[in-house]
C-alpha cells in the first residue's frame, strides 16, 4: 500500500500505511506513529546535517548566534540536510521494483521514469538493476546493475537520476532506500526559523559528573519498538534561576548531544524534546550547555525523518523559554 505525504510517496516494509505526523497531548505521545526510519547503535542520522553547537567565540557573543542561525538554515538546506528528504522505503526480501509508476513497490516522484528498475534484498545486502534507458549514475558513471553499499559502510553509495538522488540505509537487519530531491520544494518555501529573544543567562556552565564507566542507554523514538542506543559518559549539572538540574549526555562524536524536553514542550516548542549540542570538556569537566542554540529535531520539518524522544530523565521541570520555538501549522 502507498502513502502520499507533501508531495512525495512513502511505502511501508509490511505494506501498512503509517500517517503523517505523531500527536502529542500535554508532552506525551497520543500516537506514536510515523515513518519507520532512523535508529542504529550510532544513529549516524542524528549528527548528519546536524547544527552543533557555537564553541569558542571570537567575536561579540551575539553577532556569534546570529552566524550560527545562518548555518543552521544552510544546513537544513544543503545537500545532505533534512529538508530535500522525498521518501523513505523499507524493502522486503527479494526484488522490490522502483519508479514513479503506479505498479511499483516503490513509488517514486513523478520527475522519476515509470519504470526504473528494482532493488533485489538478499543475504549480502541490496542490489540495484536499472532498466535500459534509465540514465541512473553513481559517482558520475552510469551503471545498469550495481551492489548498493549502505550507509553502514566506509563509502555508501549515492546514485543520482535528475534532481533526483538516493541511497541505502540500514537500521539493524533491515535496509530502506532514502530518496532525495534537490529541487524539492521546501528548499525554496521553507519559513524563516522562530527564535525566543536571546537570553545569555541562559548559557550556562555545567559539570559533568561521570558514570563509573560509560553506558549504553536505551532512548525511545517516535516509533514503537525501534530505539536509540547511544553511549553516555554520566549526567551534566548545571543551575538556572538558583535551582538545579541534570540532563544525561549522549556521545556524538566530538560533542555531547542533550535531547531534552521542558514545559515549552508540545506548547511552545516540538512535542518530543529538542536537541542541544555542547563541546566536550577538557580536563576539569566543565561543559558550556547554550540553550539559544535548542533546536528542533529534524522531524520537525520532514516526514521522512524521525527522532529520539526527550527521556524522563532528561524532561526539565522549568521552562526554558530559548532557541528554537516549534509552530506545527509553519512547517507542514
Same mark, same amino acid.
Not at 134 to 140: F, K, L, T
Not at 256 to 281: H, I, M, Q
Given at each position: ?58 567575536? +561579540? ?26 521518501? =523513505? ?6 526484488? @522490490? ?6 505498479? !511499483? ?15 533485489? =534484498? ?76 536571546? +537570553?545569555? !543567562? =541562559? $548559557?550556562?556552565?555545567? $559539570? ?11 532512548? +525511545? ?7 536509540? @542506543? ?20 549522549? @556521545? ?39 540553550? !539559544? ?40
Amino acid at each position: 500500500m502507498i502513502v502520499m505525504a507533501n508531495g512525495y510517496i512513502a511505502v511501508s516494509e509490511d505494506k501498512q500505511i503509517f500517517m503523517g505526523r505523531f500527536r502529542f497531548l500535554h508532552g506525551q505521545p497520543a500516537i506514536r506513529a510515523g515513518l519507520v526510519a532512523l535508529t542504529a547503535l550510532c544513529w549516524t542520522a542524528v549528527a548528519e546535517s546536524a547544527t552543533h553547537g557555537i564553541g569558542d567565540c571570537p567575536h +561579540d557573543y551575539r553577532h556569534c548566534l546570529e552566524e550560527w542561525k545562518a548555518g543552521r538554515v544552510a544546513s537544513l538546506k544543503g545537500e545532505t540536510g533534512y529538508l530535500n528528504l522525498a521518501g =523513505l522505503f523499507w524493502l522486503r526480501k527479494g526484488v @522490490n521494483t522502483f519508479g514513479s509508476g503506479a505498479g !511499483n513497490d516503490l513509488r517514486f516522484p513523478a520527475t522519476a521514469m515509470p519504470e526504473m528498475g528494482s532493488f533485489e =534484498l538478499g543475504e549480502n545486502g541490496v542490489v540495484m538493476n536499472v532498466r535500459s534507458g534509465a540514465h541512473v549514475r553513481m559517482d558520475g558513471s552510469p551503471v545498469s546493475r550495481v551492489q548498493m553499499a549502505d550507509d553502514a559502510s566506509e563509502n555508501p553509495g549515492v546514485v543520482t537520476f535528475g534532481s533526483l538522488t538516493w541511497s541505502v540505509i540500514r537500521r539493524g537487519e533491515r535496509f530502506a532506500v532514502r530518496l532525495r530531491d534537490l529541487d524539492h520544494p521546501a528548499l525554496r518555501t521553507f519559513p524563516p526559523i522562530d527564535y525566543f529573544p536571546t +537570553d545569555e !543567562n =541562559l $548559557r550556562v556552565e555545567a $559539570r559533568l559528573q561521570r558514570y563509573e564507566r560509560p553506558r549504553m542507554v536505551s532512548v +525511545d523514538t517516535v516509533i514503537e519498538g525501534l530505539d536509540y @542506543n547511544p553511549t553516555s559518559p554520566g549526567l551534566l549539572r548545571f543551575e538556572i534561576g538558583g535551582q538545579s538540574f541534570e540532563l544525561e549526555a549522549y @556521545n556524538a562524536g566530538d560533542e555531547f548531544l542533550l535531547v531534552f524536553g521542558d514545559a515549552t514542550s508540545g506548547r511552545e516548542t516540538y512535542p518530543a524534546g529538542r536537541f542541544l549540542y555542547a563541546s566536550k570538556p577538557g580536563g576539569d569537566d566543565v561543559v558550556v550547555l547554550d540553550f !539559544n542554540t535548542a533546536q528542533n529535531p529534524p522531524c520537525a520539518y520532514n516526514d521522512f525523518a524521525t527522532c529520539p524522544v526527550a527521556s524522563p530523565r532528561n524532561r526539565l521541570a522549568i521552562r526554558i523559554p530559548a532557541g528554537e520555538r516549534f509552530d506545527p501549522s509553519a512547517h507542514r
